[in-house]
Nanobody, 120 residues
Framework: QVQLVESGGGLVQAGESLRLSCAASGSIFSINAMGWYRQAPGKQRQLVAT???????NYADSVKGRFTISRDRAKNMMYLQMSSLKPEDTAVYYCNIRYIGAYGLVRDNWGQGTQVTVSS
């Protein structure tokens, strides 16, 4: 079982930057992909950015050019650098990992989320 803990959320003004962190712990045989998702009140959880085990990245059109996803394997951390934040970026942000764990099973786990609020 792998556990994820997000941090770095907070209240910022439009145009400012914020960096979210995701700390991973537990037994991981290999990572298929990791990603950031967000969910605003009354809306479905949606993709923000993903990064595969090979380092390929993918971004939602709404954040492309403003957000950057990255990983630090040595520190077991994943980050989401957010710049030029907009009020519509306000949401709870979740860290996700798809990995191969015990018994060779593919697992998909989520962190508890961290709130990002962008004021105008």
């Amino acid at each position: 079982q792998v556990q994820l803990v997000e941090s770095g959320g907070g209240l910022v003004q439009a145009g400012e930057s914020l960096r979210l962190s995701c700390a991973a712990s537990g037994s991981i045989f290999s990572i298929n992909a990791m990603g950031w998702y967000r969910q605003a009140p009354g809306k479905q959880r949606q993709l923000v950015a993903t990064i595969t085990g090979g380092g390929s990245t993918n971004y939602a059109d709404s954040v492309k050019g403003r957000f950057t996803i990255s990983r630090d394997r040595a520190k077991n951390m994943m980050y989401l650098q957010m710049s030029s934040l907009k009020p519509e970026d306000t949401a709870v942000y979740y860290c996700n990992i798809r990995y191969i764990g015990a018994y060779g099973l593919v697992r998909d786990n989520w962190g508890q989320g961290t709130q990002v609020t962008v004021s105008s």
